[in-house]
């Protein structure tokens, strides 16, 4: 369990750095964010947080059109959401 979580911590940190090349980074960050989030879902599957950022991926990816606008900001938050849950909420095992 601890080197999934560990594993999900890197993977986090790697696509937080992929926001570096712009647009493109954008998808690949969005893609590592989400097996991040699988891995650290498999190591706290009672972690209820971990459900709400899964809701909300969902939740974007089924009313997004596909352009640049504000629905595009929460790709953000999530963003942040995952860094805090993988990173800083105390996890009970």
């Given at each position: 369990m601890k080197t999934t979580l560990m594993l999900s911590?890197?993977?986090?940190?790697?696509?937080?750095?992929?926001?570096?090349?712009?647009?493109?980074?954008?998808a690949?960050?969005?893609?590592l964010q989400v097996l991040a989030a699988m891995l650290y879902f498999l190591s706290f599957p009672k972690n209820k947080l971990i459900y709400i950022y899964f809701g909300l991926v969902g939740i974007f990816f089924?009313?997004?059109?596909?352009?640049?606008?504000?629905?595009?900001s929460i790709p953000i938050f999530l963003l942040v959401f995952l860094t805090y849950i993988i990173h800083f909420q105390k996890n009970k095992s």
């Open positions: 911590k890197i993977i986090n940190i790697i696509a937080l750095l992929f926001l570096l090349l712009g647009a493109y980074g954008i690949i960050t969005g893609a089924i009313f997004w059109s596909g352009s640049f606008n504000w629905w595009f």
